[in-house]
């Protein structure tokens, strides 16, 4: 177990980088405690496998430091680094059984052999393959195999950290399920420090209690879950989490006050800078539907279980809001009210209030 520190990590495919826009990795600056869960949150192509690969060792970064404990490890060799890599498909001996693949990665290292039968027994039973212990591995699913291959990144206890890198991909959608929330007791009974990786939010928020959220190459928020919901410090993070994400809308400064479409807005709090473009954030469960506010016509309602989605239109500009009283009507005239210390202004993207007395 390890803390790890990313310093200033840049990384670029490209031999000869010009510009920013030839690297995957921006400007990379972490620092994870030791026993902590993670996750890396964004969506494909923003360069969370670039990252994992980078702190394994896989990869060798154009520029920054890795460290773990305070040591630098850049120049380190994968199998130097103890670290465990689950990856996106299963990485597993087909030949072998199920048990001699999730005792491998022990005998590999010379563990005795009462040691590993315990430890397979373990993690078979909590990823539920014991009774296919003695079966050849090619004879599983693809689900079991992925299971294996978790199996093979939890079964050490010594590693650094173990990466998971998107392992659910091919996992269907019920046992997705169990295996997320197995995977967060796994967790808390291992205490190693995980890195989990993913493009959907529900997968990361639910595993991690520290999640990283990644655009392009850049990290536009380091938060818990709770935080990345109430308040995104940019508009990504603002419409990435959450379901319908959050409303983004145009506004503009007249004589000191926000104005959304000529209608006062208040905000959470005072403005620290409103300069560039602006806009204002607000969640769709703060988004009243009334008989004061902002006139807006509703378009669609949509029962989702308990809570309905009213998508309304304030002249041309839609606005999600989230209900769990009786929904209006399609075509109804109603009035939008935004809950004031839940509306936040962005400038270029970026949060422009303080939260308190204006
Ligand atoms: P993610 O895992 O978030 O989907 P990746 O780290 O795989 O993102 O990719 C980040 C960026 O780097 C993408 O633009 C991708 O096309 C590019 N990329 C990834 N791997 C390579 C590679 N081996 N050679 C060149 N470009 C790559
Ligand atoms: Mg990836």
Redesign the pocket.
């Known amino acids: 177990m390890a803390r790890i520190t990313l310093d200033n990590l840049k990384h670029s495919?490209s031999a000869n980088p010009v510009s920013m826009d030839d690297y995957?990795l921006k400007e990379i600056d972490l620092d994870w405690t030791d026993g902590g869960a993670y996750a890396l949150l964004?969506p494909?192509?923003?360069?969370?496998?670039?990252l994992l690969n980078i702190i394994s060792g896989l990869l060798n970064p154009t520029s920054g430091r890795v460290m773990f404990d305070g040591e630098d490890v850049t120049a380190l060799p994968p199998d130097k680094r103890n670290i465990a890599q689950v990856f996106q498909f299963p990485v597993i001996y087909d030949t072998m059984t199920v048990y001699d693949n999730l005792a491998f990665p022990l005998r590999n290292r010379g563990v005795e052999r009462e040691q590993i039968d315990n430890r397979v027994h373990e993690i078979a039973t909590m990823l539920e393959l014991t009774d296919s212990l003695s079966t050849r591995a090619s004879h599983l699913t693809p689900d079991n195999k992925q299971k294996i291959s978790m199996g093979r990144g939890l079964v050490r206890d010594d590693v650094n950290v173990i990466m998971f890198d998107e392992p659910l991909t091919v996992i269907d959608p019920e046992l997705k399920w169990k295996l997320r929330s197995k995977l967060k007791e796994l967790h808390q009974s291992i205490a190693s420090t995980m890195i989990y990786v993913t493009h959907d939010q529900t997968e990361a928020l639910t595993f991690a209690d520290q999640v990283v959220v990644m655009q392009e190459g850049e990290i536009v928020q380091i938060g818990t879950p709770i935080e990345l919901f109430e308040r995104p410090l940019h508009t990504f993070v603002g419409h990435f989490i959450g379901s319908p994400g959050m409303n983004i809308l145009p506004a503009e400064m007249v004589n000191g006050s926000v104005r959304f479409l000529d209608h006062p807005v208040e905000l959470e709090g005072p403005i620290k800078d409103s300069k560039g473009s602006l806009e204002i954030g607000i969640r769709p469960e703060y988004v009243r539907i009334g008989t004061k506010g902002i006139p807006a016509v509703i378009r669609k309602v949509a029962d989702i279980g308990r809570r309905t989605v009213i998508e309304a239109c304030v002249n041309d500009i839609l606005v999600n809001a989230i209900t769990e009283k009786v929904p209006p009507e399609t075509g109804q005239e109603v009035h939008l009210e935004f809950e004031p210390n839940q509306t936040r202004l962005y400038a270029d993207s970026w949060i422009a209030t303080e939260v308190g007395a204006q």
């Open positions: 495919y995957a964004g494909s192509g923003c360069g969370k496998s670039t």
